[in-house]
């Protein structure tokens, strides 16, 4: 069941790339970058499987791939910006994010997985998520929220971080007992609603972009 889940979140990811590919010339930048994140989570995914086929292990992989998904999603949210000065915010909360992260890659060096990094990563994304939703507040647009598709990138954003922080906080508490397979399949279960709500946003800003051209 896992990994059929596991396999519907990626596909969902998929579909969204091709939704951003057939649209890329009516979309914005932001969700231009929706499509290249959502495609390289799909890259990730088929070299970490081939890697596993090889070689039997994929960490250092996956380790490379915090620092390039950290990157890519800070990339995202400070495109969706309006102020200039929250904007700012988001740099000086990716230069001090990096610190950390790539201490904790050092430290786990080539045989274990950076859990500490991605934790980091996930408390600061978070933090950039909650200050856009402040700027939805104070700079508040006319439509729905749900009619917006940046609102659903960073529903995305927040339920996916939140989630896999409080994961890997466990996972480093528990880190010497063993872990139920319900525990990764936690992981997993909010990839999938990662996932799905990007696909949802993708195809909200779609169609909100039609319906102006309609008009």
Not at 148 to 164: K, P
Request: net charge positive; glycine share 2%; charged share 10%.
């Amino acid at each position: 069941m896992v990994e059929f889940i596991k396999w519907l979140a990626y596909t969902l990811a998929l579909v969204g790339v091709i939704l951003v590919l057939w649209n890329r010339a009516r979309l914005s930048r932001t969700f231009l970058l929706v499509g290249i994140y959502l495609a390289f989570a799909c890259v990730t995914w088929i070299i970490g499987q081939l890697l596993i086929h090889l070689f039997s292990h994929n960490l250092l992989w996956y380790n490379a791939v915090i620092v390039m998904n950290l990157v890519i999603t800070f990339l995202l949210l400070a495109s969706m910006f309006k102020s200039v000065r929250n904007k700012r915010m988001v740099w000086i909360v990716f230069g001090i994010t990096t610190i950390p992260v790539i201490y904790f890659l050092f430290q786990a060096g080539l045989n274990s997985f950076a859990s500490r990094a991605l934790t980091v990563k996930n408390l600061s994304v978070s933090l950039v998520v909650l200050l856009y939703f402040y700027e939805m507040l104070k700079y508040p647009e006319k439509r729905s929220i749900f009619s917006q598709g940046n609102f659903w990138v960073v529903s995305a954003l927040m339920v996916y971080h939140v989630s896999t922080f409080t994961y890997w906080m466990i996972y480093e508490l528990l880190e010497t007992l063993a872990k139920p397979k319900a525990f990764f399949a936690m992981n997993v279960i909010s990839t999938f609603i990662l996932y799905l709500l990007m696909l949802t946003a993708v195809f909200v800003e779609t169609k909100q972009v039609k319906n102006a051209e309609r008009n």
